[in-house]
Protein backbone atom coordinates (compact mmCIF):
# COMPACT_ATOMS: atom_id res chain seq x y z
CA UNK A 1 0.00 0.00 0.00
CA UNK A 2 2.46 2.28 1.29
CA UNK A 3 4.57 1.84 -2.20
CA UNK A 4 1.72 2.47 -4.35
CA UNK A 5 1.07 5.45 -2.98
CA UNK A 6 4.57 6.26 -3.18
CA UNK A 7 4.49 5.29 -7.01
CA UNK A 8 1.65 7.04 -7.29
CA UNK A 9 2.53 10.62 -5.89
CA UNK A 10 5.70 10.17 -8.21
CA UNK A 11 4.30 8.93 -11.46
CA UNK A 12 1.06 11.86 -11.02
CA UNK A 13 3.29 15.00 -12.27
CA UNK A 14 5.27 12.79 -14.94
CA UNK A 15 1.83 12.44 -16.65
CA UNK A 16 0.44 15.53 -15.88
CA UNK A 17 3.15 16.48 -18.00
CA UNK A 18 2.74 13.89 -20.70
CA UNK A 19 -0.18 15.87 -22.03
CA UNK A 20 -0.10 19.13 -23.91
CA UNK A 21 -1.33 22.41 -22.20
CA UNK A 22 -2.37 24.32 -25.58
CA UNK A 23 -6.37 23.56 -25.88
CA UNK A 24 -7.96 21.13 -28.23
CA UNK A 25 -7.84 21.67 -31.90
CA UNK A 26 -10.91 23.70 -33.44
CA UNK A 27 -12.78 20.33 -34.66
CA UNK A 28 -11.70 17.49 -32.53
CA UNK A 29 -14.84 18.08 -30.31
CA UNK A 30 -17.09 19.76 -32.25
CA UNK A 31 -19.53 18.46 -34.78
CA UNK A 32 -20.06 19.78 -38.36
CA UNK A 33 -22.81 21.58 -39.28
CA UNK A 34 -24.00 19.46 -41.85
CA UNK A 35 -25.31 16.20 -40.22
CA UNK A 36 -24.58 14.00 -43.44
CA UNK A 37 -20.79 15.41 -43.43
CA UNK A 38 -20.68 14.79 -39.44
CA UNK A 39 -22.25 11.22 -40.24
CA UNK A 40 -19.51 10.79 -43.05
CA UNK A 41 -16.72 12.18 -40.30
CA UNK A 42 -17.84 9.63 -37.55
CA UNK A 43 -17.96 6.80 -39.67
CA UNK A 44 -14.16 7.15 -40.66
CA UNK A 45 -13.35 7.98 -37.12
CA UNK A 46 -14.71 4.96 -35.63
CA UNK A 47 -12.18 2.71 -38.24
CA UNK A 48 -8.81 5.30 -37.85
CA UNK A 49 -6.65 3.81 -35.16
CA UNK A 50 -5.23 6.30 -32.47
CA UNK A 51 -1.42 6.28 -33.05
CA UNK A 52 -0.44 7.16 -29.03
CA UNK A 53 -3.09 5.39 -27.06
CA UNK A 54 -2.67 1.63 -29.74
CA UNK A 55 -5.46 -0.12 -29.71
CA UNK A 56 -8.35 2.47 -29.38
CA UNK A 57 -9.92 4.54 -32.28
CA UNK A 58 -9.57 7.78 -32.34
CA UNK A 59 -13.33 8.95 -32.24
CA UNK A 60 -12.98 6.96 -28.54
CA UNK A 61 -9.99 8.05 -27.47
CA UNK A 62 -8.60 10.96 -25.31
CA UNK A 63 -4.94 11.58 -26.38
CA UNK A 64 -4.35 15.04 -27.78
CA UNK A 65 -2.79 13.42 -30.75
CA UNK A 66 -6.44 11.28 -31.28
CA UNK A 67 -8.18 15.00 -31.01
CA UNK A 68 -6.12 16.79 -33.91
CA UNK A 69 -6.73 13.40 -35.77
CA UNK A 70 -10.33 13.74 -35.50
CA UNK A 71 -9.69 17.34 -36.56
CA UNK A 72 -8.05 16.63 -39.38
CA UNK A 73 -11.01 13.92 -40.79
CA UNK A 74 -13.32 16.67 -40.09
CA UNK A 75 -11.69 19.87 -41.88
CA UNK A 76 -10.85 17.31 -44.73
CA UNK A 77 -14.53 15.85 -44.80
CA UNK A 78 -16.10 19.78 -44.47
CA UNK A 79 -13.75 20.61 -47.64
CA UNK A 80 -15.42 18.20 -49.61
CA UNK A 81 -12.83 14.98 -49.79
CA UNK A 82 -14.10 11.53 -49.98
CA UNK A 83 -13.60 9.17 -46.75
CA UNK A 84 -11.74 6.91 -48.52
CA UNK A 85 -9.07 9.56 -49.58
CA UNK A 86 -8.23 11.00 -46.32
CA UNK A 87 -7.83 6.84 -45.32
CA UNK A 88 -5.38 6.35 -48.35
CA UNK A 89 -3.42 10.01 -47.18
CA UNK A 90 -2.66 8.50 -43.39
CA UNK A 91 -2.13 4.96 -44.73
CA UNK A 92 0.97 6.63 -47.09
CA UNK A 93 1.97 8.13 -43.91
CA UNK A 94 1.38 5.54 -41.18
CA UNK A 95 0.84 2.53 -43.00
CA UNK A 96 -2.06 -0.27 -43.07
CA UNK A 97 -1.40 0.36 -39.24
CA UNK A 98 -3.82 3.18 -38.86
CA UNK A 99 -6.59 1.53 -40.25
CA UNK A 100 -9.57 -0.59 -38.51
CA UNK A 101 -10.52 -1.60 -42.21
CA UNK A 102 -8.10 -4.10 -43.10
CA UNK A 103 -7.22 -4.25 -47.22
CA UNK A 104 -7.06 -7.75 -49.12
CA UNK A 105 -3.73 -8.20 -49.28
CA UNK A 106 -0.62 -11.15 -49.30
CA UNK A 107 -1.01 -10.63 -45.30
CA UNK A 108 -4.48 -10.30 -44.73
CA UNK A 109 -6.08 -13.09 -47.09
CA UNK A 110 -6.72 -15.97 -44.39
CA UNK A 111 -9.23 -13.08 -42.60
CA UNK A 112 -11.47 -13.97 -45.20
CA UNK A 113 -10.48 -17.08 -46.55
CA UNK A 114 -10.84 -18.69 -43.31
CA UNK A 115 -14.60 -18.52 -42.51
CA UNK A 116 -15.44 -20.21 -46.02
CA UNK A 117 -13.09 -22.94 -45.56
CA UNK A 118 -14.46 -23.58 -42.05
CA UNK A 119 -17.76 -23.14 -43.14
CA UNK A 120 -16.91 -26.42 -46.09
CA UNK A 121 -15.40 -27.83 -43.32
CA UNK A 122 -18.37 -27.87 -41.25
CA UNK A 123 -20.56 -28.94 -43.92
CA UNK A 124 -19.06 -32.30 -44.93
CA UNK A 125 -18.57 -32.83 -40.75
CA UNK A 126 -22.22 -32.56 -40.85
CA UNK A 127 -22.68 -34.84 -44.18
CA UNK A 128 -20.48 -37.47 -42.13
CA UNK A 129 -22.85 -37.40 -38.95
CA UNK A 130 -25.91 -37.29 -40.93
CA UNK A 131 -25.40 -40.35 -42.88
CA UNK A 132 -23.81 -41.68 -39.67
CA UNK A 133 -27.29 -41.37 -37.83
CA UNK A 134 -29.67 -42.09 -41.58
CA UNK A 135 -27.32 -45.46 -41.26
CA UNK A 136 -28.21 -46.34 -37.64
CA UNK A 137 -31.99 -45.75 -37.26
CA UNK B 1 -15.10 -45.31 -35.97
CA UNK B 2 -12.11 -48.06 -35.44
CA UNK B 3 -10.47 -48.52 -32.09
CA UNK B 4 -6.98 -46.74 -34.32
CA UNK B 5 -8.90 -43.77 -35.40
CA UNK B 6 -10.22 -43.21 -31.76
CA UNK B 7 -6.50 -43.71 -30.10
CA UNK B 8 -5.60 -41.47 -33.02
CA UNK B 9 -8.03 -38.83 -31.91
CA UNK B 10 -7.16 -38.63 -28.06
CA UNK B 11 -3.87 -36.88 -29.05
CA UNK B 12 -5.23 -34.04 -30.86
CA UNK B 13 -6.32 -32.07 -27.87
CA UNK B 14 -2.73 -32.31 -26.41
CA UNK B 15 -0.87 -31.47 -29.54
CA UNK B 16 -3.48 -28.40 -29.47
CA UNK B 17 -2.62 -27.39 -26.24
CA UNK B 18 1.64 -27.33 -26.74
CA UNK B 19 0.75 -25.37 -30.33
CA UNK B 20 -0.93 -22.91 -28.22
CA UNK B 21 1.51 -23.16 -25.17
CA UNK B 22 3.81 -22.67 -28.14
CA UNK B 23 2.06 -19.68 -29.63
CA UNK B 24 1.65 -17.70 -26.13
CA UNK B 25 5.59 -18.45 -25.15
CA UNK B 26 6.50 -17.02 -28.44
CA UNK B 27 4.56 -14.04 -27.51
CA UNK B 28 6.23 -13.33 -24.74
CA UNK B 29 9.47 -13.93 -25.44
CA UNK B 30 9.84 -11.93 -28.66
CA UNK B 31 6.70 -9.18 -27.65
CA UNK B 32 5.42 -7.49 -30.95
CA UNK B 33 7.28 -4.39 -32.09
CA UNK B 34 4.52 -1.34 -31.31
CA UNK B 35 6.62 1.54 -32.76
CA UNK B 36 5.10 3.05 -36.03
CA UNK B 37 7.91 3.53 -38.31
CA UNK B 38 6.74 6.91 -41.02
CA UNK B 39 6.27 5.53 -44.71
CA UNK B 40 7.68 8.74 -46.03
CA UNK B 41 11.31 7.37 -45.16
CA UNK B 42 12.70 7.31 -48.66
CA UNK B 43 10.29 9.47 -49.61
CA UNK B 44 10.93 13.81 -50.56
CA UNK B 45 10.52 15.63 -47.47
CA UNK B 46 7.15 17.41 -47.81
CA UNK B 47 7.28 21.56 -47.46
CA UNK B 48 6.95 22.76 -44.60
CA UNK B 49 6.06 26.22 -44.08
CA UNK B 50 5.74 26.95 -40.13
CA UNK B 51 5.00 30.03 -38.14
CA UNK B 52 8.19 30.57 -35.75
CA UNK B 53 7.54 29.18 -32.23
CA UNK B 54 10.11 30.82 -30.34
CA UNK B 55 11.06 34.51 -30.14
CA UNK B 56 14.57 33.22 -30.27
CA UNK B 57 14.73 31.36 -33.94
CA UNK B 58 12.70 31.61 -37.30
CA UNK B 59 10.06 29.56 -38.22
CA UNK B 60 10.48 26.16 -40.91
CA UNK B 61 10.34 28.01 -44.74
CA UNK B 62 9.23 25.64 -47.18
CA UNK B 63 12.67 26.04 -49.25
CA UNK B 64 15.15 24.49 -46.68
CA UNK B 65 17.35 23.20 -48.17
CA UNK B 66 20.87 21.15 -47.47
CA UNK B 67 21.50 18.04 -45.65
CA UNK B 68 19.62 18.54 -41.73
CA UNK B 69 17.92 16.81 -38.95
CA UNK B 70 14.32 17.54 -38.44
CA UNK B 71 13.74 17.36 -34.67
CA UNK B 72 10.33 17.07 -33.74
CA UNK B 73 10.08 17.64 -29.96
CA UNK B 74 7.57 19.62 -27.34
CA UNK B 75 8.59 21.32 -24.05
CA UNK B 76 5.62 19.13 -22.16
CA UNK B 77 7.80 16.17 -23.33
CA UNK B 78 10.17 14.32 -20.81
CA UNK B 79 12.05 12.36 -23.17
CA UNK B 80 13.06 15.81 -25.14
CA UNK B 81 14.61 17.32 -22.07
CA UNK B 82 16.94 14.58 -22.21
CA UNK B 83 17.74 14.23 -25.50
CA UNK B 84 19.01 18.41 -25.41
CA UNK B 85 22.44 17.26 -24.48
CA UNK B 86 22.79 15.40 -27.34
CA UNK B 87 21.44 17.87 -29.92
CA UNK B 88 23.47 20.26 -28.21
CA UNK B 89 26.32 17.85 -29.42
CA UNK B 90 25.17 17.24 -32.80
CA UNK B 91 24.96 21.35 -33.65
CA UNK B 92 28.05 21.65 -32.20
CA UNK B 93 29.58 18.98 -34.48
CA UNK B 94 27.90 21.47 -37.47
CA UNK B 95 24.72 19.48 -38.20
CA UNK B 96 22.00 22.10 -39.04
CA UNK B 97 18.80 21.03 -36.96
CA UNK B 98 14.99 22.41 -37.88
CA UNK B 99 12.71 21.36 -35.14
CA UNK B 100 8.94 21.55 -34.72
CA UNK B 101 7.20 21.76 -31.56
CA UNK B 102 4.04 19.93 -31.10
CA UNK B 103 1.19 21.48 -29.59
CA UNK B 104 3.16 24.30 -27.51
CA UNK B 105 2.84 27.88 -27.00
CA UNK B 106 5.54 30.55 -27.19
CA UNK B 107 6.29 31.08 -23.89
CA UNK B 108 6.24 27.81 -22.73
CA UNK B 109 9.14 27.04 -25.71
CA UNK B 110 11.06 29.71 -24.32
CA UNK B 111 11.36 28.23 -21.21
CA UNK B 112 12.16 24.65 -22.18
CA UNK B 113 14.80 26.23 -24.68
CA UNK B 114 16.34 28.61 -22.24
CA UNK B 115 16.14 25.47 -19.46
CA UNK B 116 17.73 22.91 -21.60
CA UNK B 117 19.54 25.16 -24.51
CA UNK B 118 19.02 26.00 -27.92
CA UNK B 119 20.74 23.80 -30.79
CA UNK B 120 18.02 24.64 -33.26
CA UNK B 121 18.61 26.08 -36.57
CA UNK B 122 14.51 27.29 -37.14
CA UNK B 123 11.40 26.33 -35.01
CA UNK B 124 8.32 25.94 -36.48
CA UNK B 125 5.13 25.72 -34.29
CA UNK B 126 2.61 22.83 -35.15
CA UNK B 127 -0.31 23.49 -32.65
CA UNK B 128 -2.76 21.16 -33.94
CA UNK B 129 -0.40 17.75 -34.91
CA UNK B 130 -0.75 19.27 -38.60
CA UNK B 131 2.67 18.99 -40.15
CA UNK B 132 3.54 15.74 -37.75
CA UNK B 133 0.71 13.72 -39.01
CA UNK B 134 1.77 14.99 -42.74
CA UNK B 135 5.25 13.28 -41.78
CA UNK B 136 3.68 10.02 -40.60
CA UNK B 137 5.24 10.74 -37.10
CA UNK B 138 3.29 9.28 -34.18
CA UNK B 139 4.97 11.47 -31.45
CA UNK B 140 7.46 13.27 -29.71
CA UNK B 141 10.59 12.72 -29.51
CA UNK B 142 11.46 11.75 -33.04
CA UNK B 143 13.94 13.16 -35.47
CA UNK B 144 14.41 12.78 -39.19
CA UNK B 145 17.72 12.42 -41.58
CA UNK B 146 16.89 14.68 -44.71
CA UNK B 147 19.46 14.34 -47.77
CA UNK B 148 20.86 17.55 -49.88
CA UNK B 149 18.05 16.44 -52.44
CA UNK B 150 15.20 16.93 -49.65
CA UNK B 151 14.82 13.09 -49.23
CA UNK B 152 13.99 11.84 -46.04
CA UNK B 153 16.78 9.14 -44.93
CA UNK B 154 15.82 7.70 -42.12
CA UNK B 155 13.71 8.31 -38.82
CA UNK B 156 14.79 8.00 -35.04
CA UNK B 157 11.69 7.49 -33.06
CA UNK B 158 12.13 7.92 -29.39
CA UNK B 159 14.74 10.16 -27.70
CA UNK B 160 18.97 10.64 -29.60
CA UNK B 161 21.41 8.83 -26.81
CA UNK B 162 24.78 9.64 -26.26
CA UNK B 163 25.73 6.54 -28.59
CA UNK B 164 23.60 7.81 -31.72
CA UNK B 165 25.57 11.07 -31.43
CA UNK B 166 28.44 9.96 -33.85
CA UNK B 167 25.89 8.10 -36.35
CA UNK B 168 24.09 10.76 -36.94
CA UNK B 169 26.96 13.18 -37.65
CA UNK B 170 28.25 10.74 -40.31
CA UNK B 171 24.97 10.35 -41.78
CA UNK B 172 24.25 14.25 -42.53
CA UNK B 173 27.85 14.81 -43.18
CA UNK B 174 27.29 12.01 -45.54
CA UNK B 175 24.65 13.57 -47.48
CA UNK B 176 25.57 16.52 -47.92
Known amino acids: MRFF ?8 PVMAAAQSGVPPAALSDTQLPDPAAEARATALMQTLRCLVCQ ?4 ADSDADMAGDMRALVRRRI ?3 ERPEDIRAWLVQRYGDWVTYDPPLNAVTWPLWALPVLLLVIGAFVARGSFRRRGRGA | MT ?5 WLLWVPLVAFLLFLGLVAGGLLRPADRTIVSRLVGQPMPAIALPAASASRPGLSAN ?20 APQLAALAKAGVPID ?15 ARYGNPYRSIGSDVDSRVQMALGSSGVPETFVVDGR ?3 RAQKIGDIRPEDVAGLVAAVQALR
Open chain 1, 55 to 58: GQSI
Open chain 2, 99 to 113: AIAIRDTRADVDRFL
Open chain 2, 64 to 83: AGGARLVNVFASWCVPCAAE
Open chain 2, 3 to 7: KAGVR
Open chain 1, 78 to 80: AAG
Open chain 2, 150 to 152: GII
Open chain 1, 5 to 12: VAFALTMA
